[in-house]
Antibody, heavy 116, light 107 residues
Framework: EVQLVESGGTLVQPGGSLRLSCTASGFTFSNYWMSWLRQAPGQGLEWVANIKQDGSQKNSVDSVRGRFIISRDNTKNALYLQMNSLSVEDTAVYYC?????????WGQGTQVTVSS | DIQMTQSPSSLSASVGDRVTITCRASQDISNSLAWIQQRPGKAPKSLLYAASSFQSGVPSRFSGSGSGTDFTLTISSLQPEDFATYYCQQYHAYPYSFGQGTRLDIK
């Protein structure tokens, strides 16, 4: 089955760090750009970052640049998002998606809550 | 940054109705536009890319059109599973951006 499964979301204190993972199955992971997006409670969708097939190109939204790092391990069919210096404004469901521009496949999401 | 504006923000319709949602970009984005559906409590699902091309498995009652700054998503005959929130997304330039969403409710 073609799918993406995110994990790693949890409750974390402001200023803390967290690493999200996304495991791909059912397709050739190394052939695709991959992306992270998020959705704050009751809000719309926000693009966060994307990464090229070989990891040589990465892009991110200004609000996370310097704090969040996107990476991938093609040997494990895995996408990661290292999140540092978290603030309450980062509270959201985080989705990984296949594609670097239009997202053809989405995961089910993982909840990140930043609160003291 | 490119701003995406959808209209209406919400609408009510009945099963079998024809519905059109509009998305406007703050600058020319060519045809670099996607449409995404999100049912309540569920993950997003991509419907269309390049303004009018279907993602795999999307029913033909969905269609998209437009280029430049003005785009539309049309559902030709609403089905019960189509009641959801719809987002447009531009991928012409970073940072990629979404419209605020159009919530489609059952009348």
């Amino acid at each position: 089955e073609v799918q993406l499964v995110e994990s790693g979301g949890t409750l974390v204190q402001p200023g803390g760090s967290l690493r999200l993972s996304c495991t791909a199955s059912g397709f050739t992971f190394s052939n695709y750009w991959m992306s992270w997006l998020r959705q704050a409670p009751g809000q719309g969708l926000e693009w966060v970052a994307n990464i090229k097939q070989d990891g040589s190109q990465k892009n991110s939204v200004d609000s996370v640049r310097g704090r969040f790092i996107i990476s991938r391990d093609n040997t494990k069919n895995a996408l990661y998002l290292q999140m540092n210096s978290l603030s309450v404004e980062d509270t959201a469901v985080y989705y990984c998606a296949r594609g670097g521009s239009s997202m053809g496949l989405w995961g089910q999401g993982t909840q990140v809550t930043v609160s003291s | 940054d490119i701003q995406m504006t959808q209209s209406p923000s919400s609408l009510s319709a009945s099963v079998g109705d024809r519905v059109t949602i509009t998305c406007r970009a703050s600058q020319d984005i060519s045809n670099s536009l996607a449409w995404i559906q999100q049912r309540p409590g569920k993950a997003p699902k991509s419907l269309l890319y390049a303004a009018s091309s279907f993602q795999s498995g999307v029913p033909s009652r969905f269609s998209g059109s437009g280029s430049g700054t003005d785009f539309t998503l049309t559902i030709s005959s609403l089905q019960p599973e189509d009641f959801a929130t719809y987002y447009c997304q531009q991928y012409h330039a970073y940072p990629y951006s979404f419209g605020q969403g159009t919530r489609l409710d059952i009348k």
